[in-house]
């Protein structure tokens, strides 16, 4: 039988465990009984499922640094930033299980002496559920729980990047003690993916890449079946020159570099007005420079390896076309040659044109690309150049003019000096290629479900 190893990718490679993948079988029966499972939790309640969750957090906060040091092991993210996205999923699943009750309750939406018209929320049924490795236990959240919390059932397959997580998320599950069919697990691929989605399901639920998401939702145009996809981003730092430059410049880099740039909404392309440009990338270079670069086990990590050794050539490969095109390398620009794994240095370039690699692909990874603008509507052309719309960030001390700016720009989630949304109740999506629907919040409950209208006599 197929397996997928899983490697360390901070410490050159080491096996990890395997599992195993998923045989053809094993998917159809997964779907198969989803949806006989179906009916029984849909009509269970919207407080008795969250009954459940909280069984999960409970579960997960039994076994919080285990999980956190497996997806850093995994992932090769540093256990700071691993320990962060394990406490915040634990915040994020208590505010599904707080608020599901209210956001997905039936309300009377007109009425008269005589008759009331009602509105139902009710899920799709079964859903099939992708999710990218970068934040996989966060990601399986949005996947998963908020939509079981819907009263939908799950067939979920992560990315064959963080198996192990996978396999610990299924432990969770079944301590959680979830009833039969409700949730299942498939390992493996592409293909198993594209398995997954061929079956009898009535929603897709992405996180992933927007080449692949684009696929599902020709897919799901097939099936007449909806979708929520989120997917890449290259988001847009709008620097204006009223800024205080050395506060600004170390959010910029923190906005970046978190988790070795391996972040779908984080900061991407850096515009900086022309007045202060110099002064500015200056800054930024003098912060880069200073980044804690190395193994993911030290608490104070910043810019640990990437996922995996196929994740490092493709970079090389966006830097090194850039250069050829007239691109500076500021800072780093390569592979490590001291560290055993996959990392890539910390970079900053300059002299960017918008045809170039690191400014008209994503680059998934710690490169930071900056040009410079003159005026506020060049800022806002720049930003929009690019076929994403996930996330920006707009800089500015006019807060008039940083508010102006980021409702120009297209995108569904902008951060104005610094401000960021990433609580549980704020919901998370894009514009363009970076998706469709929304996750988080109550729009993330809502996503995968639909409205009945039910009218009746007084």
């Not at 930024?284 to 804690?292: D, F, G, Y």
């Amino acid at each position: 039988m197929a397996t997928i190893t899983s490697t360390n990718p901070a410490k050159g490679y080491k096996v990890l465990g395997e599992v195993q993948v998923s045989t053809e079988a094993e998917v159809k029966e997964a779907v198969i009984a989803a949806r006989k499972a179906f009916p029984a939790w849909s009509a269970l309640g919207v407080s008795e499922r969250a009954k459940y969750l909280q069984n999960w957090v409970n579960e997960l906060e039994k076994r919080s640094d285990e999980m956190a040091s497996l997806i850093s092991k995994e992932m090769g993210k540093p256990i700071s930033d691993a320990k962060d996205e394990v406490s915040t999923a634990i915040e994020d699943v208590n505010w599904i299980i707080g608020n599901a009750e209210e956001v997905l309750s039936s309300t009377t939406i007109r009425e008269d002496n005589e008759s009331a018209v009602d509105r139902h929320i009710e899920p799709y049924g079964v859903s099939a559920a992708i999710a990218a490795w970068n934040f996989p236990l966060t990601n399986f959240k949005e996947c998963v729980l908020q939509d079981l919390a819907s009263g939908n059932t799950v067939v979920f397959k992560h990315s064959e990047e963080t198996p192990l997580v996978g396999k610990m998320i299924d432990e969770l599950m079944d301590a959680a003690g979830f009833p039969d069919g409700v949730f299942a697990q498939v390992y493996g691929g592409g293909d198993v993916g594209n398995l997954l989605t061929d079956q009898d399901v009535n929603f897709i639920s992405f996180i992933g890449s927007s080449k692949v998401g684009r696929a599902l939702y020709k897919k799901a145009a097939d099936k007449f079946i909806n979708v929520r996809l989120e997917m890449g981003g290259s988001s847009p730092a709008v620097v204006f020159e009223d800024v205080d430059i050395a506060a600004t410049a170390k959010q910029v880099v923190s906005d970046r570099f978190f988790s070795c740039g391996q972040v779908c909404d984080g900061l991407k392309r850096l515009i900086v007005q022309e007045s202060i440009y110099d002064e500015f990338l200056a800054a930024v270079k003098k912060e880069v420079e200073a980044i804690p670069f190395g193994s993911p086990n030290e608490e104070n990590m910043i810019v640990s390896s990437l996922v995996a050794e196929r994740q490092v050539q493709p970079i090389l490969d966006q830097i090194n076309r850039s250069v050829e095109a007239g691109a500076r390398v500021l800072v780093g620009g390569k592979k490590s040659e001291e560290l055993d794994g996959a990392y890539i240095e910390p970079t900053l370039m300059s002299n960017i044109t918008k045809d170039m690699a690191v400014w008209s692909e994503e680059v998934f990874g710690p490169v930071l690309p900056v040009m410079p603008f003159t005026d506020e509507e060049e800022a806002i052309r720049l930003a929009n150049n690019t076929e994403y719309g996930l996330g920006a960030f707009v800089h500015s001390a006019d807060k008039d003019r940083a508010l102006r700016v980021a409702k120009s720009i297209d995108a569904g989630q902008i951060a104005t000096n610094g401000v960021h949304n990433y609580y549980p109740s704020v919901c998370f999506g894009g514009y363009k290629s970076s998706g469709i629907g929304r996750t988080s919040g109550p729009e993330g409950l809502l996503a995968a479900t639909q409205i009945k209208i039910i009218t009746r006599l007084k």
